[in-house]
């Protein structure tokens, strides 16, 4: 126990707060060692299309969708009915607006891949079209493997605001440098098209994104959090609670019965895969589940990690920033990414912390 407390001291100390490390101002971020997409596609994909004739949506939207993948290697072919065909598109009015589309995966019954667009709650400010290709844009790179990235990562089409409802203006260029970056970091094994090897990189020839910790003074969201955890992890689960009150949370120790987030460790042989963590709904308290050989400060950043996501962060692209949000913790503390991504957060997505 000793040991645990020592740990997590040493990185409170490592991370005090230091007013003047802030978020830089958001721009496109310059990277000169970016290779040109046109000279070096990792490969070739042919996604082959199924459009039907009913749909109340814009063919031209999605084939200037697709366009924007014409020099990584990506194109769109659409077939007739009764062809086969890779993936269908369709319309539908009958889901939240929480959602703007979704990706159904195949099923024997329906052996390709579904991309659904919600018509019905459409941002006015702008034409349904210029809102049904972006959209379009970011489920094929879905599709293909691609996450999203923050805002303040960079604008693009794979930009997270992509599929929230901001009303602003259409984003229509072409794909921007982070679009490349992520495409270039891209999920091979999720991807529903192409090759699920890896290929050959051609990313920016960068050094490790530094940590930089940093505490926010000018948010204060007023959240009480009740936390419980069993003894063998009571610890790291405050201090991963306690690193989130800058941003105004209280944490409150509380008995099982009471809590709002109950820690948990899985048994001793899940060692495997010592970094699994996760979090999900159970009797409408939320549950965070660790590895039984995650101990100190591991066990601490994992946990704030996940209370993180219960608060409705998304991940930061590794590319991006280093962070405690970054899909595996790429930091001991709360930096500057994890403050951007604060002001980004969907709480819609994940809690009821509003």
């Not at 598109?89 to 099923?107: G, K, L, M, R």
Request: aromatic fraction near 14%.
């Amino acid at each position: 126990m000793r040991t645990v407390c020592l740990y997590l001291c040493l990185a409170a100390f490592a991370c005090s707060p230091n007013p003047d490390q802030l978020p830089p101002d958001v721009t496109e971020p310059d990277y000169p060692n970016l290779c040109d997409p046109d000279q070096n596609p990792q490969e070739q994909i042919n996604i082959r299309y199924l459009w039907v004739p009913e749909n109340r949506l814009h063919e031209g939207a999605f084939t200037e969708a697709c366009a924007y993948f014409k020099n990584l290697g990506v194109t769109c072919t659409k077939v007739l009915a009764g062809n086969r065909f890779d993936l269908f598109v369709a319309n539908s009015s009958y889901f939240y607006c929480s959602q703007n589309a979704f990706i159904d995966e195949p099923d024997k019954w329906h052996p390709y891949y579904s991309v659904t667009i919600n018509n019905t709650c459409m941002p006015q400010n702008y034409q349904s079209y210029d809102w049904q290709r972006e959209v379009f844009a970011k489920k094929i790179g879905e599709l293909l493997g691609v996450g999203g990235y923050p805002g303040f990562c960079g604008a693009g089409n794979f930009a997270n605001y992509v599929d929230r409802w901001w009303f602003r203006e259409p984003y229509d260029g072409p794909l921007t440098a982070s679009d490349e970056l992520a495409w270039y970091h891209r999920d091979r094994s999720l991807s529903a098209f192409g090759s699920k090897e890896f290929g050959p990189y051609c990313g920016p020839d960068t050094d490790a994104v530094p940590t930089v910790c940093a505490t926010p003074t000018d948010v204060d969201d007023s959240f009480v959090m009740k936390i419980y955890a069993p003894p063998d992890v009571w610890e790291e689960a405050l201090f991963a609670c306690n690193m989130w009150t800058v941003f105004g949370i209280t944490c409150l120790s509380s008995d099982e019965k009471s809590a709002d987030i109950i820690v948990t460790k899985n048994n001793s042989g899940d060692c495997a895969k010592p970094g699994m963590t996760e979090f999900s709904l159970v009797s409408f308290r939320w549950v965070i589940s660790i590895s039984g050989c995650l101990s100190g400060t591991d066990a601490a950043m994992r946990i704030s990690h996940q209370i993180g996501h219960i608060f409705g962060l998304p991940h930061i692209p590794e590319w991006c920033a280093a962070g405690i949000m970054n899909n595996t913790p790429g930091a001991t503390c709360l930096t500057w990414a994890d403050y951007g991504i604060w002001h980004e957060r969907l709480p819609d997505l994940y809690s009821t912390y509003e």
